[in-house]
Every structure is written in C-alpha cells, then in structure tokens.
C-alpha cells in the first residue's frame, strides 16, 4: 500500500512539474496554448527555441535603437529652424534699431548742418565786403576787351608814339666803343644785368682790347675778370671761342649778316640784332625777357617762343621802327612795367593796354616802384649818352 501510494503521489507531483514547465515554454516557443501539453514529438526542440530566445530579444533591441536613433538626430533638426528663425527675427530687430538709430543720428546732424549753413553766410558778408574794397580798379576807358586785328594794330603803334614821347633817349645800354666791344658786352650780358657788365668791361677791354687779343687770353686769367657776370667759365669759353673764329675767318672784324653772326659761339639771333641795330645800323628786333613780357602783355602776341615773338611783333611795325621800338620797350619794362609788380599808377601806357591793373594803380605807391631816371636813380651805364636825364652809373667798387 505504501509503494502504491508513493508511486500516485510520484505520479501527482510531475503532473504539476510537467505543466509548469510547458507554462513556461509556451510563452518562448509560442508551440502550444496556456494549461496544455507540449506534443512528446516538440519536446526537443524547446531548449533551442529557449536559447534562441535571448538572441532575438538582443536583436529587437538593435532595430528598435536603430529605429530610435534617426527620431532622436531629426528632433534638433526639427528644433533648428525655429532657432535660426529666432536669431534672424532678432537680427532683423537689432537691424532695424540701428538703421532707426542711424537715421535718427544723421537727420539730427543734417539738421546741424543745416543750421549752421543759414548762420554762415551772415558770418562770412563781411569778408566779401573787405575783398570787394581791395578789387583791382576798373581798365582805364580807351581799351576794347574784344578787338579786331586792326584795332590791335593801330593800339599796337598808338603805344610806341607814347613810348617815344616817354623816352625820347632810349639807347642801348651797353657801353661800347666798336663792333667788337659792343659784341662782347652782349654775350657777357646774359643771366645778369647791363649794370654789372658795364663794370666789368673797362678791365676786360683794357686787357684784350681786339679779337686777336683775346683769342691768346689764357682761360683761368679770362675767367677771373668777367666772373663778377655770372657762369663765366662758359662766356669764357664763348669769348675764346668768338674771338678765335673772328681771327681766322672774317680777319679779325666782326661780320655785318645775321646768318654770319649766329655762326660764333654763344651768339644767337637776340645777340646778333643787337649789334646790327647799333653797331651796323642794321633794323632788327631785340627780344629779351622785358620785351617779350611786355609783347605778351600788350597783347601783340601770346608765344613763350622769342623768335615767334620776333615775328608777331615784325608784321606790326615797319622795319625803319624796329631799332628804336626795341630800345623804348625794354625801357619802359626795366623802369615802369614790371615782371613782379608793374607801376600800373604810374605808367603813361596804362588807357592803352589790356594788362592794366596787375600791379599796383594807387599813383602815389605806384611812384615808389619806378626804377633808374624815372625813379632818381642812376642808369646803367658808366658813360651814358649826352642827352640821358640821369646820372651814370658808379664803376665797379664804386
């Protein structure tokens, strides 16, 4: 009775062993339903569907973090755009601010300058006034701002009758005694004035008194006595050079021909109308700086070019003038008509030319400029002319 009742209650204990282990695997395996019996043929293969199990779980666990992992990366670039849209809406504020900002700052400034522009002008009438008061006088009556070639012309000759009458004693100013002497002065008389040369001359011709002479100077002696002159190793070189052409091609004499003339060294056209119209008695036109200033000024003609000047001022005046119009214009530029400041007050030329009122027109301060004879002073040379109203000039040292 007892082996029986062991074996029944053996029997009743795996009975509840044996669901709760189908309980168990059913779950897994999916194989059979809650409170049945596995089939004895299944029993097998329940272990392996027990340790596939927890693969498959791991597996599941893998696709959903791989499906998780894009939703979690999408979520801030879903967030993104509102940022940005945030910082541009706050861009576009502090924007605004500052171009309100900007625009309230420069209408201000504006407003400023506006201001200060309408105050200016009451500021600044008396300084027009006070330029008004020292305005340049009117042109003296007399002179047309647009005139005809032949109005030029008879203004042109108008203006020599006045020089004339002016300085009835115009001469050159070089003291000379022969062609020689007289060519000599001129070369000498460059890049500095007639004054200096006449007191340079009385040694020089003391000592070289003829082209033969001078042509055997020895450089350093020659260049001691004109240096007072100016660049007198090169009028040196042109003394030595003149005088030994002198010698050799025309016998010792100086030639009467422009185009000889301009052949010797260091002598151009001014040069050589000095001396035909002095020395020769030759017309010719002497164009130096006081009388192509004067030229430019009267407007008789507008070049810079002296041999261009020649030539406007030749088809003005008759040959028989042109000597005597040379002497008269450089005159008047030395003694009245200034480079710097003309005596406009005081010039007798003044109702004719179309200059007038570049230099100084008060007559009392206009006198004060004149220069030479016109101004008290001695001329220019150490033994003027018989009918030179001046006193001369003091020798060297002097």
Same mark, same amino acid.
């Given at each position: ?20 282990? !189908? ?8 194989? /059979?339903?809650? *409170? ?15 340790? +596939? ?25 879903? +967030?993104?755009?509102? &940022? ?9 504020? &502090? ?9 309230? !700052? ?10 200060? /522009?309408?105050? =200016? ?11 008004? &008061? &020292? ?34 004693? /115009? ?28 007191? !340079? ?42 005088? =030994? ?20 060294? *260091?002598?151009?056209?001014? !040069?050589?109308?000095?001396?035909? @119209?002095?020395?020769? *008695? ?8 006081? %009388? ?5 000024? $009267?407007? $008789? ?15 003005? %005046?008759?040959?028989?003038? $042109? ?7 450089? %005159? ?46 001695? *001329? ?7 009918? %030179?109203? @001046? ?8």
């Amino acid at each position: 009775m007892t082996t029986k009742k062991t074996a029944a209650e053996k029997t009743t204990a795996e009975k509840p062993a044996k669901k709760a282990a !189908t309980k168990k695997a059913a779950p897994a395996g999916k194989a /059979a339903p809650a *409170g049945k019996a596995a089939p004895a043929g299944k029993a097998a293969a329940e272990p392996a569907t027990a340790e +596939a199990a927890p693969a498959r779980k791991t597996a599941a666990k893998k696709a959903a973090a791989k499906k998780t992992a894009p939703a979690k990366k999408a979520a801030p670039t879903k +967030a993104t755009p509102t &940022k940005t849209s945030a910082t541009k809406t706050s861009t576009a504020t &502090k924007t605004s601010a500052a171009t309100k900002t900007s625009a309230a !700052t420069k209408t201000s400034a504006a407003k400023k300058t506006s201001s200060a /522009a309408k105050k =200016a002008p009451a500021k600044k009438a008396p300084a027009k006034k006070a330029a008004a &008061k &020292k305005s340049p006088a009117p042109k003296p009556p007399g002179f047309a701002k647009r005139e005809s070639r032949a109005a030029m012309v008879k203004r042109a000759h108008a203006i020599n009758e006045v020089l004339a009458e002016t300085y009835p004693y /115009a001469h050159p100013e070089l003291d000379f005694e022969d062609p020689f002497q007289l060519l000599v002065a001129t070369v000498l008389s460059a890049q500095t004035t007639d004054l200096r040369v006449n007191q !340079t001359t009385p040694a020089l011709f003391a000592k070289y008194p003829t082209p033969e002479d001078m042509a055997a100077a020895v450089p350093e002696e020659l260049e001691e006595l004109i240096r007072p002159t100016g660049f007198f190793r090169a009028k040196a070189r042109s003394l030595l050079g003149l005088s =030994a052409a002198l010698r050799d091609d025309f016998d010792g004499e100086v030639p009467a021909t422009v185009d000889a003339l301009v052949k010797l060294p *260091g002598v151009g056209r001014k !040069t050589a109308f000095v001396v035909l @119209g002095n020395a020769f *008695g030759v017309p010719g036109i002497t164009v130096d700086t006081h %009388f192509g200033r004067l030229a430019r000024r $009267w407007k $008789w003609t507008t070049s810079e070019d002296p041999v261009k000047v020649e030539s406007d001022v030749a088809a003005i %005046f008759e040959p028989s003038e $042109w000597t005597m119009l040379s002497h008269r214009v450089i %005159f008047h530029g030395r003694r009245i008509c200034h480079s710097r400041r003309p005596a406009c007050g005081a010039c007798p030329v003044a109702p004719l030319c179309p200059s007038y009122g570049e230099g100084e027109t008060d007559p009392e301060k206009a006198k004060k400029l004149l220069k030479y004879e016109k101004g008290g002073m001695p *001329g220019q040379r150490l033994k003027p002319p018989a009918d %030179f109203p @001046g006193p001369p000039a003091p020798p060297l040292g002097g």
